[in-house]
Structure formats: structure tokens, C-alpha cells
């Protein structure tokens, strides 16, 4: 009976490669954001399946929470997933489809062939999405460098908020929130080091004193309209997928950084993931250190 | 007319339409889509007891549209905001004829908003100019996303669109009703930018630019435009469920825009029939800016008075009765 021993082997080693592929590739997608909502895809429940067949053929499919998610953000998230994919060492064929959307047909044909944007949206496009992509980083800059001065400002309730001008970056306390804001920072190209102010604007300017008030006011605004975004597309692709809630990991008040969430890709029987915040512990103190969020309602 | 706890308040829903969304008359798979994205979009956002089957979603009829809005909705007075979608649906989404046969059934009740598109040239110039004629138009309602050939949008500072701007300020059509949708043309841009707005604004200070859903996904920027142009304002379309399913949120949209703009420029509405009035209005009467968010001053009464009918009124001509007023008028 040797010989079905060492075939026995031989399988389980098979299954076993395919489950760590199929991880890395859960990994690979974390890097993937939304750049409107500043998240990685994956805790979104964006990713609706992941496929590594023995030959190591990958497949991955994507849900929106709605048949009109803007098409040049699909679009984005899904050539974004596909680069990532096609980057592990590993992969040879890669498929990315993007289902039920008003555009999967026409992004799902342009992925295929490689076609880039103006390639998939012809006449439509005009230059690329750099621009976009940019506008949105900007954005989720301001509501990282609002949430680490709000705490900046309840530590210490005599502190005024033009005085907010003279914070550092060396300033702030080492916590989720701080790290969030130096990773935003970073994909601005902005400086990082301990003693860079904090209250800056897009191009790492600091406002005059007098400003201040309007500015952190601002800032407020977008980081108000980014986080409501981002709770009512997880609601509404809940609604639209019922399942998808099980895929999804609370919003923290940043995303965890690359790197820290590779265990979060265990499959589980039924090929559904186990949500990340069951597996790292590490998460949680994530959540403490975040900022006051919404209460679920 | 609602009432309670001794204070009446005159209601204007500012933004109701009426769709057929039924499978015949859908064009494609895209006219599918597009009613599922609002029933989600309901679904999502409606206490348990106000959710509708989905035939009755697709569509509903002017007999209980009058029921929802006037019978059981408290509501005063309506404002159709239709949408054509007619790359969706074969005799377009927003039910023109119905809508505008309700209208004169109910003059005192309903007013007929219409819609155009600024890429059928001179030829929707000419039908604009017969449009404001036969329905009498005070405002316009622009879906910015709908699709048209091989183009998906259109700006407000595109050259034909001021075109159209220039017709209405002659014609007396004086508020415009801004709608962003997801496409754009290129879409190289984010197709729910704002800056559009803010450029059209500045051109024709004399009309009013309503951004429905408060520029929704885009607050920020819609803040920070309305702040700057006097004669934008902010419609609470989509955003007022959000006080059931979310109502910190909620919460902190209103203490932006009472921030940013103030309480004259701010329009209730259901976006019936995404959803009805009723529990819309009873949930804003008893609604408070929470405690602990202490960036925002309280909401009063007044704001809530002006929100839910007087800014709209002011701005449409509607008579208000002299009781259901506030000490100070609302100036749209």
C-alpha cells in the first residue's frame, strides 16, 4: 500500500500548494483599493471568488454594490487586480471579471486583451485616470491628517486649533491612525519625517494660523463624506449580495496596511473566507486606536 | 400639513417622480439594472415596515402616488424631477404625460418640472422653448449621467448646456435641478465633480442651482462650492433616509450643510417613490443633532420649518398659509 500512501502524498500536497496560492493571491488583492472609499478591496467584499486550478490558472471575480458603481473606479479596481495577480511569482493565466456591472462586458473584454483604459473605453477616454487617482489620494490624505489632529486636539482640550500649526509629525502618538496618515502621505510623495509639519495641504504647504479653523473644517468635511460613503456601499452590497457580509471586515479607522493581513486568506469548506479580523488579533487593537467611529445603527 | 406637539409645518417635497420601470417598457439589460440600483438603493435604507414588493416598485401609478404624498404623507405641495433615461427605457423612465395630467388635475398640489439635454443641439433648443410653453416650466431637472450614442454624460459649463441655461434665465425657468450619475464624458474625470456647477452658478447668478443629494458622494466639495455661490442649493434627496438606517450620519450631513450653506438653502425631499414622505417627515420633526457631537450647533425649530417646505416654497412661489410661516421668511 506504498504506493497509494505516497499518491495520497502527492494530493494533499497539491491541495495544499493550491490553498496557499489561492492566500497569496487574497494577499496580493489587499493591496487593491477602492480609491474613493480608501479601502483595500478585499475588506470590502469586493472579491466575490478566487480560483487557482492545478495547472495554476487563476481566476478572480469582483461584485460592486451596484450595477452603477462609476465604470472608471471599476474599471481601476479591476486592471488593478489583475497587475497585482499577474506580479506573484507564480501566475501564468490570470482572468479578472468583474460581474453584474453596466460595463462588465466592455471592461471584462478589455482586461482580457490587455487593452488599458483607452484601449476598453475608446472615444470615452481621453488621456488616463492618473488625474482621478491623484484627486482621490489627495482626498484621502486630508481625512487621515484630520482624524490624527481630532485625537491631537481631545488628548489635549487646551490646545487651539490654530495652534495646530506647530504639530509635527514627530508629534503623534504612535498608534494606527498616525501610520495611516504617514501611508497617505507617502502615495503623495509628501515628507514623512518626525519633524514635517502635519496640517499641510496637497502639496505639503502649511496653511497660515488664521486658516486654520476653515481648513481643519474642510478636512472635516471630506473625511465625514468619504466614511458615509464607505458605510453605505458595504450596506448596499450586503443588500445586493446577502452573502457578502461574511466577506466583509469592519472599517476600521484606516485600512491595515499591506503586508500585516496575510493570514486572512484561510479558506474555510465552502470556499468562503474567513473575515480577516477572526484571524488577527493585531486587528483589533487597530480598532481601539482608531478614532470615535459611527455607531452601527 | 404636519403636526405635532403644538407646531404645524407646511411640507414641500421637493424632488418625487413618477417611473415605469416595468420589464416592457425596459429597452435593455441596463433599464434592469438601473431599477434594481434604486430598489437596493430602498431596500437598503427603509425601516422593515415601509419596504415595497418589487412589482409595485416598478410601478405604482398616479392614484397612489396622490395616496403616498397627500392622503398619508403629510406633504403640501410636490415637485416632479423626472428622469428620460431614454437609452434605458422605451418611452423613457419619468412618465411625462401622467405626471403632467396629475399636474393640471392638481394644480395647487403638484408642479411639473421637465427635463433636457444639452447635446440634442438646437434641435432640444427649439423643443425646450415648446416644453416651457405647454407645461408652464419653473424648473428644470439635469441627469447629467444619461447616456446619449456614444457619449455618457455631459458638464453644466459645456458650451450647449449654457445655451440652455441662457433659454431658461429668458423663458422665467429659474431653478435648475442638478443630478450627478456615475458616467462622464471622459471618463477620465470623477462624473461626480461638482466644479461644473460652480463655474454655471457664477455665469447665471439669477437662477438657482439645486444639487440634488447635496452632492452626495461628494459632500465635501458641494460644501465648499454652496458655500462660495449664494445661489446654490442643497437637495436632501437620498440623504434623508439615512436619519432611520444611519442617523449619526445623518446627522452629520445636515450639521454640515446648516454649516456650510444655511438653513435657507436646504429642500427636503423624499425622492419618492425611492421612498415616501411620511415617515421621512416624522422622523425629521423628532430629530436632534446628537449630544456628543458638539462641532455642531443644535438643529431649531425654524431650520426644520424652512428645510422641510418653506425654502422650497419660496423658491417655487407656493403660498404658504400665514400661520405656517416662521418670524423670519425664508429669502430663496
Known amino acids: 500500500m506504498r504506493t497509494a500512501t505516497r499518491e495520497q502524498a502527492v494530493r494533499d500536497q497539491a491541495v495544499r500548494e493550491q490553498a496557499l496560492r489561492e492566500q497569496a493571491a487574497r494577499a496580493a488583492l489587499d493591496t487593491v483599493f477602492d480609491p474613493e472609499l480608501d479601502e483595500p478591496i478585499t475588506d470590502l467584499g469586493f472579491v466575490r471568488a478566487v480560483t487557482v486550478t492545478s495547472e495554476g490558472a487563476l481566476t478572480v471575480r469582483l461584485r460592486l454594490p451596484t450595477s452603477f458603481c462609476s465604470p472608471n473606479f471599476a474599471y481601476l479596481m479591476a486592471s488593478d487586480s489583475k497587475d497585482a495577480l499577474t506580479a506573484l511569482p507564480w501566475t501564468r493565466e490570470v482572468v479578472v471579471l468583474l460581474d453584474d456591472h453596466h460595463d462588465s462586458d466592455l471592461i471584462n473584454r478589455g482586461l482580457a486583451a490587455d487593452a488599458g483604459y483607452r484601449g476598453t473605453f475608446g472615444a470615452e477616454a481621453e488621456k488616463d485616470l492618473e488625474e482621478l487617482r491623484l484627486t482621490f489620494r489627495r482626498k484621502a490624505h486630508t481625512a487621515a491628517m484630520e482624524r490624527a489632529l481630532t485625537l491631537v486636539l481631545r488628548a489635549d482640550p487646551d490646545l487651539t486649533e490654530e495652534a495646530l500649526y506647530d504639530v509635527v509629525l514627530g508629534d503623534l502618538p504612535d498608534t494606527a491612525t498616525s501610520g495611516a496618515l504617514l501611508r497617505r502621505r507617502e502615495a503623495l510623495g509628501l515628507g514623512v519625517a518626525p519633524t514635517d509639519p502635519v496640517l499641510v495641504d496637497e502639496d505639503g504647504r502649511r496653511y497660515p494660523p488664521g486658516e486654520i479653523p476653515l481648513r481643519l473644517r474642510f478636512a472635516r468635511a471630506v473625511r465625514v463624506s468619504i466614511d458615509g460613503n464607505a458605510h453605505f456601499c458595504r450596506g448596499l452590497l450586503r443588500t445586493r449580495y446577502p452573502q457578502s457580509g461574511a466577506d466583509q471586515s469592519p472599517r476600521a479607522g484606516e485600512p491595515v496596511p499591506t503586508g500585516e493581513l496575510v493570514p486572512g486568506g484561510q479558506p474555510i469548506p465552502g470556499g468562503e473566507r474567513v473575515p480577516a479580523e477572526e484571524l488577527v488579533s493585531g486587528r483589533e487593537l487597530l480598532h481601539l486606536t482608531a478614532p470615535p467611529k459611527e455607531n452601527v445603527s | ?332
Not at chain 2, 36 to 63: A, I, Q, V
Not at chain 2, 71 to 95: C, K, M, S, T, W
Not at chain 2, 180 to 209: Q, S, W
Not at chain 2, 283 to 311: C, S, W
Open chain 2, 1 to 332: 400639513m404636519y403636526s405635532k406637539d403644538g407646531e404645524n409645518y407646511f411640507i414641500v417635497d421637493a424632488h418625487v417622480a413618477l417611473w415605469d420601470a416595468r420589464p416592457e417598457n425596459q429597452l435593455n439589460i441596463h433599464g434592469k439594472q438601473f431599477i434594481d440600483c434604486f430598489y437596493d438603493y430602498h431596500r437598503n435604507l427603509s425601516p422593515e415596515s415601509e419596504l415595497w414588493p418589487y412589482e409595485e416598485y416598478l410601478y405604482y401609478g398616479g392614484e397612489r402616488l396622490m395616496k403616498d404624498l397627500f392622503v398619508e404623507g403629510y406633504v403640501d405641495h410636490a415637485i416632479f424631477q423626472p428622469a428620460r433615461l431614454g437609452a434605458f427605457y422605451r418611452n423613457g423612465f419619468g412618465q411625462t404625460e401622467e405626471a403632467f395630467a396629475l399636474t393640471q388635475q392638481h394644480p395647487d398640489k403638484l408642479t411639473y418640472n421637465h427635463s433636457w439635454d444639452p447635446r440634442y443641439e438646437q434641435k432640444g433648443l427649439d423643443q425646450l422653448r415648446r416644453d416651457a410653453e405647454r407645461f408652464q416650466l419653473k424648473g428644470v431637472k439635469l441627469y447629467t449621467a444619461e447616456w446619449k450614442g456614444d457619449s455618457r454624460g455631459y458638464k453644466l459649463d459645456d458650451p450647449w448646456t449654457y445655451r440652455y441655461l441662457e433659454a431658461c434665465q429668458e423663458l422665467g425657468i429659474n431653478n435648475v435641478h442638478v443630478h450627478k450619475g456615475p458616467t462622464i464624458r471622459p471618463l477620465d474625470r470623477d462624473a461626480f465633480d461638482v466644479a461644473d456647477v460652480d463655474k454655471a452658478a457664477t455665469t447665471f447668478p439669477e437662477m438657482n442651482f439645486v444639487v440634488e443629494h447635496c452632492g452626495l458622494p461628494r459632500l465635501e466639495d458641494f460644501c465648499w462650492i454652496a458655500t462660495q455661490e449664494p445661489n446654490v442649493h442643497a437637495g436632501l434627496a437620498v440623504a434623508m433616509p439615512f436619519i432611520h438606517s444611519r442617523p449619526r450620519y445623518f446627522a452629520q450631513i445636515i450639521g454640515e450643510l446648516l454649516y456650510w450653506l444655511d438653513e435657507d438653502r436646504i429642500q427636503f425631499s423624499s425622492d419618492y417613490a425611492l421612498w415616501t414622505p411620511r415617515w421621512l417627515i416624522e422622523r425629521f420633526v423628532d430629530f436632534q443633532i446628537p449630544e456628543d457631537m458638539t462641532e455642531y450647533e443644535p438643529i431649531t425649530l425654524a431650520q426644520k420649518k424652512k428645510i422641510l417646505g418653506l425654502n422650497a416654497a419660496a423658491m417655487y412661489d407656493i403660498e404658504v398659509p400665514a400661520e405656517l410661516g416662521v418670524a423670519e421668511p425664508a429669502v430663496a
